[in-house]
Every structure is written in C-alpha cells, then in structure tokens.
C-alpha cells in the first residue's frame, strides 16, 4: 500500500510541476485506492473484494 501511495502523490507532483494541474487530494485518495487495488490484484494476490468494496470499507478490507 505504502508504494502506492508514494506513486500516486508522485505522480500528482509531475502533474503539477510540469502540466501546471491543480492540487486535489480528493484526486489524489482516488488514485491511492485505485493503484492499490489495481497493484493487488494484478500481483496474484487473490484479493477476494471489489473495488467499490475496497473503497467504501478499506480497513474491512486490509484486516481481512
């Protein structure tokens, strides 16, 4: 998850730096619970929640 999150806020920066984009941190959670989400899944994980459960209820879905 930590990687994640450095990699969307990381991403967000270039966006700002070199794009001129504005600053959103409700942009910026969504894209931590997607790359999360998506990372896990694609990692062979068997992550067994959607991803409108792994955003309504993350900590569900973590300590589960």
């Known amino acids: 998850i930590w990687y ?3 990699w969307s806020i990381w991403l967000r920066r270039n966006a700002i730096v ?5 600053i959103n941190m409700l942009e910026v959670i969504q894209d931590v619970k997607f790359n999360t989400w998506t990372w896990l899944r694609n990692m062979g994980n068997s992550l067994g929640y959607s991803y409108v459960q792994w955003c ?8 589960g």
């Open 18 to 22: 070199f794009r001129g984009a504005a």
């Open 4 to 6: 994640g999150i450095v």
């Open 56 to 63: 309504s209820n993350l900590r569900a879905c973590l300590e």
